[in-house]
């Protein structure tokens, strides 16, 4: 496993719950880094400034680019940690659920990172992960528009190959621990159901609303969805943003057919 690249996405949660999980997996590495002298680690690309072999942090100005890597690099060890939660629901990692995860962090942060990324999921399977305290952390670092980015990718790993109860259950107490409302949690999970009422569901009404209350609907979920709400994500996940976007338009367009409207 590299550890430049796993260092420089540790650094945001060195001090949280993410940190500490991430941190087990990066003791050897650590130790190689002391035993051969250099006196940083990773690429600087944390919000805590760039760690050092002492333990400290550097202290310096953090340009725009630096905080928009450092928005992707704590986006990131979020999935990987709560993908492994929802993985582990069933009791079994399947290979659709792994090659998921790879496949999702390959667009976004290229092949290597792909490739470790599989050796982080694989190591955090046998550990233990508190969704609550991983969440209260997530909270913190991410804002409401980047937390539901999240949840839909999580939702869209759970389902790759069937969606069992277990693995709802994760998805529900994971969307409590990072404070979704139960609406958007709802949508999130009907964006992907075929139930009478799923079209409903996605815009965040029961099938009784109005003509005009889905009309409404229908422009606040999709202000809230819209992918220019995670663009500091970066130009690749903004761009899989654009699915919860669609989404809701199909929606709406559903529900217009069906109404006449």
């Given at each position: ?6 260092f ?11 940190g ?17 002298g ?39 060890m979020s ?32 092949d ?21 305290q991983?969440?209260a ?24 190959d ?17 404070s ?30 109005t ?14 969805y ?36």
């Amino acid at each position: 496993m590299s550890k430049k690249w796993l260092f420089g996405f540790l650094g945001w949660a060195f001090f949280g719950p993410i940190g500490a999980l991430l941190g087990l997996l990066a003791g050897t590495a650590f130790d190689s880094l002391s035993s051969s002298g250099q006196n940083e680690i990773g690429d600087g690309n944390n919000p805590w400034g760039r760690a050092t072999s002492s333990g400290g942090y550097s202290t310096r100005n953090t340009s725009s680019a630096q905080y928009r890597n450092e928005q992707r690099n704590s986006f990131m060890m979020s999935l990987l940690v709560l993908a492994t939660a929802v993985i582990k629901a069933d009791g079994k990692l399947s290979n659709t659920e792994l090659q998921n995860v790879k496949s999702f962090i390959r667009t976004n942060f290229g092949d290597q990172a792909a490739s470790e990324a599989e050796g982080i999921v694989r190591q955090l399977m046998v550990k233990d992960i508190n969704i609550y305290q991983v969440g209260a952390q997530i909270r913190t670092y991410m804002n409401y528009s980047q937390r539901l980015q999240l949840f839909q990718y999580l939702v869209q790993l759970a389902q790759c190959d069937g969606m069992v109860q277990a693995e709802l259950d994760v998805l529900d107490s994971i969307a409590g621990a990072i404070s979704l409302s139960n609406t958007d949690r709802d949508s999130l999970l009907n964006m992907y159901r075929q139930q009478a009422d799923s079209a409903y569901k996605v815009l965040g009404i029961e099938p009784s609303a109005t003509d005009d209350e889905v009309r409404k609907a229908y422009k606040r979920m999709a202000l809230k969805y819209h992918p220019d709400k995670v663009a500091t994500l970066g130009d690749d996940v903004q761009k899989a943003a654009e699915e919860k976007f669609k989404k809701v338009q199909q929606a709406y367009e559903q529900i217009k057919k069906e109404r006449g409207m």
